[in-house]
Antibody, heavy 118, light 112 residues
């Protein structure tokens, strides 16, 4: 069974840092693009970043470029999101999602809540 | 960025009746590889999103056949042939043709 499970969310002060993790199982992690998508409370979905199978290839939304870094460890089947210089507007549930082979963002985790507040 | 515009934003439906959601993109979603990466997601209350339809009209694994997708270019539609109680939630169209991936505002499906 394909599963992705996020962790690492919590309360952080503005300007602070947080590292999210996403543990994957049930599929060959290394051959899939992996994404982060976020959802502010009561709002819609916003795509954040993707890392391709080539671990050095990543794309970011303009709103997080230069502050967030996506990475992956294929040996550990784990995706990461390092978030620095956090702002109140980064407050959201962060979802990890698998990029399917032509099937879009096909499996999503339950999400982890990040709250940026003093 | 490509803007995805959904209509309606709210859809009250009677159980057993059909429902339809439209999605329009600000640019063509035809990829250079010839595919159109327009997908539909369902988000039930308190749940993460779930993939329903990919590449316009392909139902994802386990999705009931009462869900169908159609369209081309910039205009797309999700149809539910007979709404069931478990279909309540928010539906999003999303494009994965161009970076950044973008989502529609969401359409809230509720039972009358």
């Amino acid at each position: 069974e394909v599963q992705v499970v996020e962790s690492g969310g919590g309360l952080v002060q503005p300007g602070g840092s947080l590292r999210l993790s996403c543990a994957a199982s049930g599929f060959t992690f290394s051959i899939h693009w992996m994404h982060w998508v976020r959802q502010a409370p009561g709002k819609g979905l916003v795509w954040v970043s993707v890392i391709m199978t080539d671990v050095s290839s990543a794309v970011y939304a303009d709103s997080v470029k230069g502050r967030f870094t996506i990475s992956r460890d294929n040996a550990k089947n784990t995706l990461y999101l390092q978030m620095n210089s956090l702002r109140a507007e980064d407050t959201a549930v962060y979802y990890c999602a698998r990029g399917g082979m032509g099937s879009g963002l096909d499996y999503w985790g339950q999400g982890t809540l990040v709250t940026v507040s003093s | 960025d490509i803007v995805m515009t959904q209509t309606p934003l709210s859809s009250p439906v009677t159980l057993g009746q059909p429902a339809s959601i439209s999605c329009r993109s600000s640019q063509s979603l035809v990829h250079s590889d010839g595919n159109t990466y327009l997908n539909w997601l369902q988000q039930r209350p308190g749940q993460p999103p779930r993939l329903l339809i990919y590449k316009i009209s392909n139902r994802f694994s386990g999705v009931p056949d009462r869900f169908s997708g159609s369209g081309a270019g910039t205009d797309f539609t999700l149809k539910i042939s007979r709404v069931e109680a478990e279909d309540v939630g928010v539906y999003y169209c999303t494009q994965a043709t161009h970076f950044p991936y973008t989502f529609g505002q969401g359409t809230k499906l509720e039972i009358k």
